[in-house]
């Protein structure tokens, strides 16, 4: 993928929204860096009357408004047309959810055509005929796809090659390896009377990784315990987690012996 942009291309009713979004921080060095290329469409342009109407009442009645199928249609034909390897995934609740394993394989693709939904949703006609893929960033409903589109340009990018400034960044982050990330420190040494571990500043790179691996299974195990149950675990990762269950067994099995000289002391 060395020297290939990702193209994402989104279609929205607001493509000011994401103005701010390319000309800061990470997002604006790949696109300078020519890592990504970014756009939006806007959906509006796809109308063919004088108000530029994208919604209407959904047949059958019903509360709110659902997004007409001629205009979404002809922006995403058109997104087609500029990134025709690109997937095209409609941002929808009801979508699959979306994780860090969905972005190691977008930022290996071509790219996305992201299609912002609003309202009540869109016209089902173009969801079966005219989607790859449809994607939620969580179980929630927000008021359109764009923050969710930015979420996911956002976590995609940092994993293209050349993106971050070292490419240990993205393949020691959170999720990346089944586990948290592992515990970090920074200057000052001391601060409000919390030292910085000894450790991580012996100079002793092998003990260093042992205790990052291991604050990263402590994390993992008492946030979020899901994690480990899916996580094919490493033989060091299944010692670690061994020894930890034999320093609890002696734990218990001291605590059972002061709790009977406790009771024969009491008698």
């Not at 050349?162 to 999720?175: I, Q, R, V, W, Y």
Request: glycine fraction near 8%.
């Amino acid at each position: 993928m060395k020297g290939k942009a990702v193209k994402f291309i989104v279609l929205t009713i607001f493509p000011e929204m994401f103005d701010p979004f390319w000309e800061h921080g990470m997002i604006k060095r790949a696109i300078e860096r020519k890592k990504i290329f970014a756009s939006t469409i806007n959906i509006r342009d796809f109308t063919k009357d004088k108000h530029r109407v994208t919604d209407d009442r959904p047949y059958g009645g019903g509360s709110g408004m659902v997004m007409k199928a001629e205009p979404l249609a002809g922006a995403i034909r058109a997104a087609q047309k500029k990134a025709p390897l690109a997937k095209t995934v409609l941002l929808t609740p009801q979508g699959r959810c979306f994780s860090q394993n969905i972005a190691h394989e977008m930022a290996s693709s071509d790219g996305a055509i992201l299609v912002c939904g609003r309202y009540e949703g869109v016209d089902e006609r173009i969801s079966h005929h005219l989607i790859d893929d449809e994607m939620s960033i969580g179980d929630y409903v927000l008021t359109g796809g764009e923050l969710g589109a930015m979420i996911i340009i956002d976590a995609v990018t940092r994993l293209v090659p050349g993106t971050l400034g070292s490419e240990d960044s993205a393949e020691n982050d959170s999720f990346s390896t089944g586990l948290l990330e592992h515990a970090h420190y920074t200057r000052p040494r001391s601060f409000e009377g919390n030292d910085v571990p000894d450790v991580l500043i012996s100079g002793n790179h092998k003990e260093i990784e042992k205790w990052r691996l291991e604050t990263s299974l402590i994390r993992t195990f008492l946030k979020r315990r899901d994690l480990l149950e899916k996580k094919s675990l490493s033989p060091q990762e299944i010692d670690i987690l061994k020894k930890w269950c034999l320093d609890i067994e002696k734990i218990i099995h001291d605590q059972s012996l002061r709790g009977s000289d406790t009771s024969s002391g009491t008698q």
